[in-house]
C-alpha cells in the first residue's frame, strides 16, 4: 500500500509562492531514512522494550533477580513505548480517514 503512494505527484499541491530549495528528497527525514523505516524501526524498538520487560518480570518471578526497581522500570518504559506508538497509529488513522473523505 506504501508503494502506491510514492507514485502520487505533489509537487504543485504546496506552492506557496516562494522558491524554496531542498536537498533532501521528499518524504525522508534529516538522517535520510524515510517514514516507512523509521516507523518500522520504531516498532521494532518497542517490541524489544516488551520483550525485556517480559524476561524482567519472568526473572523476578523465578527468583533470579530481587531488583524490583528494574524490573518496574522496564515494564513502566515498555509500557509508555507502546502507548506512544497505539498514539502514532491513532493519528494515523485518523489522517488516513481524512484523506479517504477528501473530495477529488
Known amino acids: 500500500m ?5 507514485s502520487i505527484n505533489t509537487s504543485g499541491l504546496l506552492n506557496t509562492g ?3 530549495k531542498s536537498t533532501q528528497a521528499p518524504g525522508k527525514t534529516a538522517d535520510g531514512k ?5 516507523l ?3 516498532i521494532d524498538e518497542v517490541n524489544r522494550l516488551q520483550t525485556e520487560a517480559d524476561t524482567a518480570r519472568i526473572n523476578l518471578a523465578t527468583g533470579k ?6 524490573v518496574f ?3 513502566k518504559k ?3 513505548a507502546f502507548q506512544t506508538l497505539m498514539q502514532i497509529r491513532n493519528k494515523l488513522m485518523d489522517a488516513y480517514d481524512e484523506i479517504k473523505q477528501m473530495r477529488v
Request: charged fraction near 30%; charge should be negative; hydrophobic fraction near 45%.
Open 40 to 42: 518500522m524501526e520504531s
Open 73 to 75: 522500570t522496564a515494564v
Open 34 to 38: 524515510d517514514f516507512k523505516s523509521v
Open 65 to 70: 533477580t530481587e531488583n524490583v526497581a528494574e
Open 2 to 6: 506504501v508503494e502506491q503512494f510514492q
Open 78 to 80: 515498555a509500557d509508555l
Open 18 to 20: 516562494t522558491d524554496i
